[in-house]
């Protein structure tokens, strides 16, 4: 696998990303490419495309033309003899390791401790045995702040206490890169800020991120870049000073008018 640690090679080069569900045009050439260390917000309304954007780094899903690399990594396809298209096992394996993602929804295994759902990553992806993965995952847990309940099982946990979690089974396979997707939507006000604090933190810490947000002062304290993705076209892409106080495109002026 090439990896390397050349500052000069983008974390993510993604290059005329195109996606169609059926006869519905998804993403119609989105490119976006991150610096190691950088951090983009991408804001939009709803339906625009930014799921599907961020799950396709991740490898949920395939997209029809477009290149995506990660570290320097081509996503690659193969078809089958059945002549159906599939992403190949070594694409997928590099983003196993090198993407990690929340989803609004925590997607927490409801089984297993709040250490177990940390501990599984490690165990499987990198094969870490059980009792070492249970040490690192403690490790991350604490890093996130909620060490304390590391026995606990998802239900006995607050919305933003399971975020935290996600976060930790994210980050413990040393990602080089975290997507995260409205991390804080599905959250109670209260909760938010604790979220957006660990994010914060990943993010002095030189983590490189997209995070599709539309908390505006976390994207104006947090972001190097903001984007907005609607119908699936990358409408406006600037600094957060300029994206929020002189937007260029009239979609971006549209959607900040209901926002802001
Ligand atoms: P956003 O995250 O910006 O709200 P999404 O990427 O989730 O937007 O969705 C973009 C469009 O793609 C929507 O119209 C959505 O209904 C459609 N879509 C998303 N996933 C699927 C799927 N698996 N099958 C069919 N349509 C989908
Ligand atoms: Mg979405």
Redesign the pocket.
């Known amino acids: 696998m090439t990896e390397t640690n050349d500052a000069s090679q983008p974390v993510l080069e993604a290059t005329d990303v195109r996606k169609s ?2 006869k ?1 045009d ?1 993403l119609k050439g989105i490119s976006l490419t991150l610096m190691k260390g950088e951090s983009v917000c991408i804001m ?10 961020l ?1 396709s780094i991740n490898c949920l ?1 395939m997209i029809d033309t477009g290149t995506i690399r990660v570290c320097g990594e081509e996503m690659g396809y193969r078809t089958t003899a059945t002549g159906r298209r599939q992403l190949s096992e070594r694409a997928i394996a590099v983003q196993r390791r090198q993407t990690g993602m929340v989803f609004q929804q925590f997607n927490l295994f409801f089984t297993m401790t709040a250490l177990d759902n940390v501990a599984s990553g490690l165990v499987h992806v990198y094969g870490v045995n059980r009792e070492d993965a249970r040490e690192q995952a403690y490790e991350q847990l604490k890093l996130v702040g909620i060490a304390d309940k590391a026995e606990s099982y998802p239900i006995q946990l607050s919305g933003g206490q399971q975020q935290r979690v996600a976060i930790a089974r994210a980050i413990a396979v040393k990602p080089k890169l975290m997507l995260f ?2 991390p804080t939507s599905a959250l109670d006000p209260e909760m938010v800020q604790e979220v957006l604090d660990v994010i914060f933190n990943l993010r002095k810490a030189g983590m490189t991120m997209i995070l ?1 947000t539309h908390e505006v002062g976390f994207a104006k304290k947090a972001a190097d870049r903001v984007m907005l ?1 609607a119908d ?1 076209v990358v409408a406006e892409q600037a600094s957060p000073q300029r994206f929020f106080e002189n937007p260029q495109s009239e979609r971006t002026q549209q959607f900040l008018s209901r926002v802001l």
């Open positions: 569900f059926g519905l998804v939009g309304p709803s339906g625009g495309g930014k799921s599907t954007f799950r899903e997707d409205e599709v993705i699936g």
